[in-house]
């Protein structure tokens, strides 16, 4: 038996961002722009996505001026990631 | 990249494993650090070592330059800071490193002057083989790794040699713990600037 795929983290650009936010600490919204080569409105609709689904905190500040946006994985956002890897593992090994 | 592509499982366990390695290889160091600590520490120790010789009494002042620079060392890091735009997880607990080190030394200087301990210099090699080996083991990097372990073997040498010739050896341990993976890093973050361009 295996469950189905968490639809949150299912999606390319979700799942971009949290396979970046699950690598570091926290990240700036410039640096998952930078490395999804996503457009700013795309990834800013999917990142309050994944904060309502509670798998990130959104942190909006101000840095010499001008404003920062700093995204953070949870521990519900660490487990749901966890899951959707466990199983896709499954999914694929069942399909082999 | 658009956010409601159909994956199939296969290309979401690419995905994952290419965000996962973007991540990883935008972490590069610009080595500015570990090339400024390797000079100095390297020119106290051999003035310390020429002025044993040359009768330079303002040679055993030259130490006083790994406090001066602290500042630059300070603007470094709140440069550094700046400019990188995520934090990675072992940031907080490298700096935690750093500083104990940094505070562990000025103490450990103010008690051997304090105490008149012999033989000092192998003690202050062998604390520059800890924060290297771990900084090495905890960011992968085998050029820091190296050099803690060289730096303790250095310091085994230092029981049997005394001043000044200590100080060739505590040039050595600066040399290889930080001027050598400062230069590495230095060109690995230079390269990395290029291709970025």
């Keep these: ?96 | 990249m658009s956010e409601e592509k159909p994956l199939t499982q296969e290309e979401s366990l690419a995905l994952i494993t290419s965000m996962i390695s973007k991540a990883k290889c935008d972490y590069e160091e610009t080595g500015i650090s570990a090339l400024m600590w390797g000079s100095i520490v390297c020119f106290c120790s051999i003035i310390s070592f020429a002025g044993f010789y040359q009768h330079w009494v303002w040679a055993n002042y030259v130490w006083f330059l790994t406090i001066v620079a602290v500042i630059p060392q300070i603007i470094i890091a709140i440069r550094e800071s700046k400019r990188r735009k995520f934090k990675s997880h072992n940031d907080d607990a490298m700096s935690g490193i750093w500083i104990s080190f940094g505070v562990g030394i000025f103490l450990m200087s103010y008690f051997v002057n304090l105490f008149k301990v012999e033989h000092e210099g192998s003690l202050y090699i062998i604390f520059y083989g800890i924060p290297t080996f771990a900084t090495g083991l905890a960011r992968n990097f085998k050029p820091m790794i190296i050099g803690g372990i060289i730096c303790w073997a250095i310091a085994i040498v230092s029981f049997y040699i005394s001043f000044p010739d200590i100080m060739l050896l505590t040039a050595l341990a600066a040399i290889i713990a930080w001027f050598i993976p400062g230069l590495i890093l230095r060109r690995r973050y230079q390269k990395l600037k290029n291709e970025n361009v």
């Design chain 1, 1 to 96: 038996m295996f469950k189905d795929l968490d639809p949150i983290l299912h999606s390319q650009l979700r799942l971009a961002v949290m396979s970046l936010l699950i690598s570091v600490k926290e990240a700036e919204f410039t640096f998952i722009k930078e490395k999804t080569n996503a457009s700013a409105g795309n990834i800013s609709v999917q990142i309050n996505k994944l904060k309502d689904a509670g798998y990130i905190n959104v942190l909006k500040q101000f840095k010499d001026n001008y404003p920062q946006t700093i995204c953070k994985i949870t521990p519900l956002g660490i487990k749901a990631f966890e899951e959707y890897v466990k199983n896709l593992q499954t999914y694929l090994s069942i399909k082999k």
